[in-house]
């Protein structure tokens, strides 16, 4: 039997790349989607289940996630889904901490809780189980001051990532993070009103943005479970803007 990977946010941008190289590369897939519909080759695929939840929305992962989490039946968990909004640091306070709360929910707390009842499956089961967690090059080195949520959640869930890793290794279970940096996808186009399309790629080594194809393929090759002991590590793609 093919291996099971969970993701949040297929139904478009990196996440819509991960879920169709996975099921290309033989794998079962559960993809989540808020509202978008799911491309209609996933729709058509029998290795795909969708799923509709709203990571916002406690209600929404306890009862349309939790019971798929919770079987044990999955064996890879690829937390994809995010928001990436702006709040600039001298708005009014209940405005700049609602997109805090916002933020912090579905880029942190929901792929948090997610994950607990993912690994805790896995433990009960005795089975090995993969995290991967899609943060980004703000965890590493900060975002402009209208962003500071963002990377501070980017940075949260990469502190989360290496905490499983230390400890949970033991127990079969292992967590990586993928740090990318700007992405062709909706959610660039989105910093292109804000900083303007040059900002996409002052910083690379190469003229064009990266594709999502690219992160597909480093999850599709974490997903295989063929490096276990790079567990804790975070995998950077961002263009050679920088390089640690
Ligand atoms: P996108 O905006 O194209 O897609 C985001 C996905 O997350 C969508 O499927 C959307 O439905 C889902 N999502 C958003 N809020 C949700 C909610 N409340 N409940 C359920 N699903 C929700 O963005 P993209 O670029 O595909 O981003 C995917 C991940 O990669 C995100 O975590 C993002 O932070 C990260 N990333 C993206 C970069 C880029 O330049 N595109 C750079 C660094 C990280």
Known sequence: MSKHCIIT?????????IAGRLIEDGYR????????????????????????????????????????????????????????????????????????????????????????????????????????????????????????????????????????ARNLGKNGIVAYTIAPGFIETDMALESVEVLGREALTRDSAFDEITTPDEVAAIVSFLAKGEVKHMTGSTLHINGGSYMI
């Not at 995290?131 to 989360?160: C, H, M, P, W």
Request: charged share 25%; aromatic share 8%.
């Open 29 to 164: 897939v559960t993809g989540t989607r808020r509202s978008a519909p799911f491309p209609e080759e996933f729709q058509s695929n029998s290795r795909f289940n969708g799923l509709t939840a709203d990571l916002a929305e406690n209600s929404d992962l306890e009862d349309v996630l939790g019971p798929l989490l919770k079987s044990g039946e999955a064996d890879v968990l690829i937390n994809n889904a995010g928001i990436f909004t702006d709040a600039a640091i001298w708005s009014d306070d209940n405005q700049w901490l609602d997109v805090w709360d916002r933020t912090q929910q579905v880029n942190l707390r929901a792929p948090a809780l997610l994950t607990k009842w993912f690994v805790n499956a896995c433990l009960e089961k005795k089975k090995e189980g993969i995290v991967i967690n899609i943060a980004s090059r703000a965890a590493y080195r900060g975002d402009t001051q209208e962003y500071a949520a963002y990377a501070a959640s980017k940075a949260g869930l990469t502190a989360f990532t290496k905490s499983l």
């Open 9 to 17: 946010g297929c139904s478009r941008g990196i996440g819509k790349a």
